[in-house]
């Protein structure tokens, strides 16, 4: 009756009233990219049968583990891969899968570290151990699914904190070995000045910071940019960039273009495409050059990777509007750093098939495979921002997502960062229920 499926079967053996697993799965390529599939959660298990062209997958999924955290977890068939069968149904016990594969990528972990002279301390060799053990006798049960999975998801609990033992004493060794950087920026958000007392404001912010960002949102700001075609609101910006370079701050300006629908007024939704590269041609010439060098860093395009797209262009368009716009960036003046922008490191939107709260009209790209083309079409910037916001991840997961982006050769920047003390969906929109009868996130529940 049913051909080419493949099912993993979880088994919750974890106490507590749950969720244990979301039906949010997402389906990846060996890159780690998502791409659409019909994977789907049903009564008897995640289920995939169309892979939409591509040959094999790994999956991705939320999954309680007691003693650690409710996160996504990666499980690729201990980096082998899974291909859907020809004329059958094959059938995988879930909890063994994310043990599997959890105790493969801390090998391969470790193998990439060696030549570093990076050494584990005794306590995170004994985790690793303990895991691999764990899928040892998990093997030995498969003849019974049921014990099977409960050994294999004690094993996953300790071989996941393996992994973060891993991650934080590899980076502790890192610094240790590099030692301090005085030039090391670290900022925020200034919109605060128009919110707060301002002299409250800048105590605070020259406490912890030497780097501010200036926002330009056409509407929905502190204080609205260009809210009415033409009429850009420089004067307060003014101000507090003065304020700002007063006190050594160095400053960013952000965005020259960011399209979501918070943040796009109708007059810029309603242009032609030949309209709108001529807006963001002047547009980026007036503004950057309003400010000249008093502004070291521009943000030149924010989440233009078929997430925010209110114009609703298709992916030749945005790399040339990409283009163009870092181009008059450039010529304006040539000494200001550009950065390119992206969020959703892990393009959830991918499987769902969205721009935020719209239906994508083209196929979707994760942020490295538009930083990617960006690379290809030699548009010309410097900074690839990444956008780091609760995303739902192990360290691991988290960090090579970041570390994906060595192979450019630019500089990163971590151009938003941020974690929830309330318990936060993916757009900052708390749903009315209480999150502490939910399984903790990561180690414990969120609070300030």
Same mark, same amino acid.
């Given at each position: 009756?049913?051909?080419?499926?493949?099912?993993?079967?979880?088994?919750?053996?974890?106490?507590?009233?749950?969720?244990?697993?979301?039906?949010?799965?997402?389906?990846?390529?060996?890159?780690?990219?998502?791409?659409?599939?019909?994977?789907?959660?049903?009564?008897?298990?995640?289920?995939?049968?169309?892979?939409?062209?591509?040959?094999?997958?790994?999956?991705?999924?939320?999954?309680?583990?007691?003693?650690?955290?409710?996160?996504?977890?990666?499980?690729?068939?201990?980096?082998?891969?899974?291909?859907?069968?020809?004329?059958?149904?094959?059938?995988?016990?879930?909890?063994?899968?994310?043990?599997?594969?959890?105790?493969?990528?801390?090998?391969?972990?470790?193998?990439?570290?060696? #030549?570093?002279?990076?050494?584990?301390?005794?306590? /995170?060799?004994?985790?690793?151990?303990?895991?691999?053990?764990?899928?040892?006798?998990?093997?030995?049960?498969?003849?019974?699914?049921?014990?099977?999975?409960?050994?294999?998801?004690?094993?996953?609990?300790?071989?996941? *904190?393996?992994?973060?033992?891993?991650?934080?004493?590899?980076?502790?060794?890192?610094?240790?070995? #590099?030692?301090?950087?005085? #030039?090391?920026?670290?900022?925020?958000?200034?919109?605060?000045?128009?919110?707060?007392?301002?002299?409250?404001?800048?105590?605070?912010?020259?406490?912890?910071?030497?780097?501010?960002?200036?926002?330009?949102?056409?509407?929905?700001?502190?204080?609205?940019?260009?809210?009415?075609?033409?009429?850009?609101?420089?004067?307060?910006?003014?101000?507090?960039?003065?304020?700002?370079?007063?006190?050594?701050?160095?400053?960013?300006?952000?965005?020259?273009?960011?399209?979501?629908?918070? $943040?796009?007024?109708?007059?810029?939704?309603? *242009?032609?495409?030949?309209?709108?590269? !001529?807006?963001?041609?002047?547009?980026?010439?007036?503004? $950057?050059?309003?400010?000249? =060098?008093?502004? *070291?860093?521009?943000?030149?395009?924010?989440?233009?990777? =078929?997430?925010?797209?209110?114009?609703?262009?298709?992916?030749?368009?945005?790399?040339?509007?990409?283009?163009? /716009?870092?181009?008059?960036?450039?010529?304006?003046?040539?000494?200001? !750093?550009?950065?390119?922008?992206?969020?959703?490191?892990?393009?959830?939107?991918?499987? *769902?098939?969205?721009?935020?709260?719209?239906?994508?009209?083209?196929?979707?790209?994760?942020?490295?495979?538009?930083?990617?083309?960006?690379?290809?079409?030699?548009?010309?910037? =410097?900074?690839?921002?990444?956008?780091?916001?609760?995303?739902?991840?192990?360290?691991?997961?988290?960090?090579?997502?970041?570390?994906?982006?060595?192979?450019?050769?630019?500089?990163?920047?971590?151009?938003?960062?941020?974690?929830?003390?309330?318990?936060?969906?993916?757009?900052?929109?708390?749903?009315?229920?209480?999150?502490?009868?939910?399984?903790?996130?990561?180690?414990?529940?969120?609070?300030?």
């Amino acid at each position: 009756m049913f051909e080419n499926r493949v099912i993993f079967k979880p088994y919750f053996v974890q106490s507590g009233r749950g969720p244990h697993i979301k039906e949010s799965i997402l389906s990846l390529d060996r890159n780690g990219d998502p791409f659409h599939s019909d994977v789907r959660y049903t009564k008897e298990g995640i289920v995939l049968s169309d892979l939409e062209g591509k040959e094999e997958f790994a999956l991705s999924l939320r999954w309680n583990v007691e003693g650690y955290g409710f996160l996504y977890m990666p499980l690729d068939n201990g980096g082998e891969f899974y291909r859907l069968p020809n004329q059958n149904t094959l059938e995988y016990n879930l909890n063994f899968e994310l043990l599997k594969t959890r105790v493969a990528r801390n090998r391969r972990r470790l193998i990439s570290f060696n #030549n570093d002279g990076f050494k584990l301390s005794h306590e /995170a060799k004994y985790l690793i151990e303990l895991g691999e053990q764990y899928l040892e006798d998990a093997m030995a049960a498969e003849g019974n699914p049921e014990k099977c999975a409960k050994i294999s998801q004690i094993g996953l609990k300790y071989s996941i *904190k393996a992994s973060e033992f891993i991650e934080i004493e590899k980076s502790k060794f890192d610094c240790s070995k #590099n030692g301090s950087r005085n #030039n090391f920026l670290f900022g925020c958000d200034t919109r605060g000045y128009f919110q707060m007392d301002q002299d409250l404001f800048f105590e605070r912010f020259t406490e912890l910071f030497n780097y501010g960002t200036i926002t330009h949102y056409l509407k929905g700001d502190a204080v609205n940019f260009e809210e009415v075609e033409g009429k850009k609101q420089f004067v307060e910006r003014d101000l507090l960039l003065d304020k700002l370079l007063d006190k050594g701050i160095t400053v960013e300006g952000r965005p020259l273009y960011w399209v979501h629908t918070w $943040v796009t007024p109708e007059w810029l939704k309603n *242009k032609t495409y030949s309209e709108l590269l !001529k807006y963001v041609e002047n547009h980026v010439r007036e503004v $950057v050059g309003h400010y000249s =060098d008093r502004i *070291k860093v521009w943000e030149v395009v924010n989440e233009l990777h =078929d997430w925010a797209n209110e114009n609703q262009l298709n992916h030749e368009q945005t790399i040339e509007l990409t283009k163009l /716009a870092c181009d008059v960036a450039r010529d304006t003046n040539p000494n200001v !750093k550009l950065l390119i922008n992206n969020c959703c490191p892990f393009a959830e939107y991918i499987q *769902k098939g969205m721009w935020h709260d719209k239906k994508a009209k083209f196929p979707q790209r994760t942020p490295h495979q538009f930083t990617q083309q960006l690379i290809d079409a030699e548009v010309d910037f =410097d900074l690839i921002g990444v956008q780091v916001y609760f995303v739902h991840r192990t360290l691991t997961e988290a960090i090579q997502s970041i570390e994906r982006y060595k192979q450019f050769d630019k500089k990163i920047q971590l151009a938003e960062v941020g974690a929830p003390s309330y318990g936060i969906t993916q757009e900052f929109v708390s749903e009315e229920k209480d999150f502490s009868q939910e399984p903790y996130e990561w180690h414990r529940h969120w609070d300030e």
